[in-house]
């Protein structure tokens, strides 16, 4: 789950993590008016979406007076920015952060997110932050330092002042950066994040260490434990269909290919989409429905696949345990029924109740091709969805 940068700020001085003024601003109007009550002559106006890459993509300008917030703020909301992150469609801009400035001395870059293959939170840091960041960590990855942290540990001071000079930090800034640092860590933990970024982290003239962006992802199979953060939670930056089968409990991820799936089990539903691209093909979604999906829930999935123009042909891989194949039968034909199917779909069934299940398709009055195994089926999906774009 991902959040805004303001709304990223606002936890991290929770943490004692400092951040510049800033006020979110929807409209034109409230831009001017929250540059008015901050204290300060210049301004950063930033675009807020979920994506990184919003510098270079013109979303985020400095203003030197109030007329230039108003014209930065004109020129960005309502605008399509496209990054590195969005994909060629981009983002709609729909929110603005008006932030204080700041003299800025030097830019840093520090991360923190779980290594899987040490199985330890790991800290990165570098003395090159700023916009070229993935310039920096291709073309010279000795720049980015690393420390891991003990689980048994936690964080110590030691991690904080060998980054700080691995970064070039001394005196009162290495200190503040160190406290800054453990700050983030905290937070990191206490959230159950997933990743935590600042690019950059700042020095300033007058020696303060301070946030200057912030970006910070967490565990949603753990926000029942932060009710708080899984407010901030913005449908608006979400996929229309996996909100739409979040309310059923369905496990939706919308792709770029043109295979609809629907599976029951994660992990078979992972080697779905792995067998489809094995025979030539491309899925359009991972869909999970679950040990104990309803006919009413298949039906609604069902229904999300066909809402993606660009699906040719839909895959239904059903091992029927909890979920069995009879009611998955009749869930697939109600749902075929109601949307008007217009694609090939291919069923392959197998476990409790199979027998059943196979029986309600083959007696239904749907062109529906089955499949004996899990290689005929991804074979038959490929090839029906290659006939459905010549």
């Given at each position: 789950?991902?959040?805004?940068?303001?709304?990223?700020?606002?936890?991290?001085?929770?943490?004692?993590?400092?951040?510049?003024?800033?006020?979110?601003?929807?409209?034109?109007?409230?831009?001017?008016?929250?540059?008015?009550?901050?204290?300060?002559?210049?301004?950063?106006?930033?675009?807020?979406?979920?994506?990184?890459?919003?510098?270079?993509?013109?979303?985020?300008?400095?203003?030197?007076?109030?007329?230039?917030?108003?014209?930065?703020?004109?020129?960005?909301?309502?605008?399509?920015?496209?990054?590195?992150?969005?994909?060629?469609?981009?983002?709609?801009?729909?929110?603005?952060?008006?932030?204080?400035?700041?003299?800025?001395?030097?830019?840093?870059?520090?991360?923190?997110?779980?290594?899987?293959?040490?199985?330890?939170?790991?800290?990165?840091?570098?003395?090159?932050?700023?916009?070229e960041i993935e310039k920096v960590a291709e073309e010279t990855?000795?720049?980015?330092?690393?420390?891991?942290?003990?689980?048994?540990?936690?964080?110590?001071?030691?991690?904080?002042?060998?980054?700080?000079?691995?970064?070039?930090?001394?005196?009162?800034?290495?200190?503040?950066?160190n406290k800054f640092l453990e700050g983030l860590y905290n937070?990191?933990?206490?959230?159950?994040?997933?990743?935590?970024?600042?690019?950059?982290?700042?020095?300033?003239?007058?020696?303060?260490?301070?946030?200057?962006?912030?970006?910070?992802?967490?565990?949603?199979?753990?926000?029942?434990?932060?009710?708080?953060?899984?407010?901030?939670?913005?449908?608006?930056?979400?996929?229309?269909?996996?909100?739409?089968?979040?309310?059923?409990?369905?496990?939706?991820?919308?792709?770029?290919?043109?295979?609809?799936?629907?599976?029951?089990?994660?992990?078979?539903?992972?080697?779905?989409?792995?067998?489809?691209?094995?025979?030539?093909?491309?899925?359009?979604?991972?869909?999970?429905?679950?040990?104990?999906?309803?006919?009413?829930?298949?039906?609604?999935?069902?229904?999300?696949?066909?809402?993606?123009?660009?699906?040719?042909?839909?895959?239904?891989?059903?091992?029927?345990?909890?979920?069995?194949?009879?009611?998955?039968?009749?869930?697939?034909?109600?749902?075929?029924?109601?949307?008007?199917?217009?694609?090939?779909?291919?069923?392959?069934?197998?476990?409790?109740?199979?027998?059943?299940?196979?029986?309600?398709?083959?007696?239904?009055?749907?062109?529906?091709?089955?499949?004996?195994?899990?290689?005929?089926?991804?074979?038959?999906?490929?090839?029906?969805?290659?006939?459905?774009?010549?």
């Amino acid at each position: 789950m991902n959040i805004h940068e303001y709304q990223a700020k606002d936890l991290m001085k929770k943490f004692g993590i400092k951040v510049l003024g800033g006020q979110v601003a929807h409209t034109v109007d409230e831009a001017v008016e929250a540059a008015k009550k901050l204290d300060s002559n210049v301004w950063v106006v930033k675009a807020q979406i979920h994506a990184g890459g919003r510098g270079k993509a013109g979303g985020v300008k400095v203003a030197k007076s109030l007329e230039e917030v108003k014209e930065h703020a004109t020129n960005i909301l309502g605008k399509v920015l496209v990054t590195h992150q969005t994909g060629p469609e981009g983002k709609e801009v729909k929110k603005l952060l008006i932030e204080q400035g700041c003299d800025i001395d030097h830019e840093y870059y520090v991360g923190l997110v779980l290594d899987r293959g040490t199985g330890k939170v790991v800290f990165m840091a570098s003395s090159e932050g700023g916009v070229e960041i993935e310039k920096v960590a291709e073309e010279t990855p000795e720049k980015i330092h690393k420390v891991f942290i003990d689980p048994a540990v936690g964080y110590t001071s030691y991690v904080g002042r060998r980054l700080g000079y691995a970064m070039g930090m001394k005196g009162d800034v290495l200190k503040k950066c160190n406290k800054f640092l453990e700050g983030l860590y905290n937070l990191y933990m206490e959230s159950d994040c997933t990743a935590a970024e600042i690019n950059p982290l700042v020095t300033t003239k007058d020696g303060e260490v301070l946030a200057l962006d912030a970006k910070l992802n967490f565990d949603a199979n753990a926000m029942f434990r932060h009710p708080d953060i899984d407010a901030l939670k913005d449908l608006n930056e979400e996929s229309e269909k996996e909100v739409e089968a979040a309310k059923y409990g369905l496990s939706y991820i919308e792709l770029d290919g043109n295979i609809g799936c629907l599976v029951n089990g994660a992990g078979l539903a992972m080697a779905t989409m792995d067998i489809i691209k094995l025979h030539g093909g491309d899925p359009a979604n991972f869909l999970d429905v679950g040990g104990g999906a309803t006919k009413e829930t298949v039906e609604k999935g069902f229904s999300i696949i066909l809402s993606d123009p660009n699906v040719k042909a839909i895959l239904v891989n059903i091992f029927g345990g909890i979920m069995k194949c009879d009611i998955i039968a009749e869930g697939v034909l109600a749902a075929a029924k109601s949307v008007d199917l217009k694609v090939p779909l291919v069923v392959r069934l197998e476990g409790t109740n199979v027998a059943m299940g196979r029986k309600i398709l083959e007696e239904s009055d749907l062109e529906i091709i089955t499949a004996s195994d899990f290689r005929d089926a991804a074979m038959k999906v490929c090839e029906a969805a290659k006939s459905q774009e010549a």
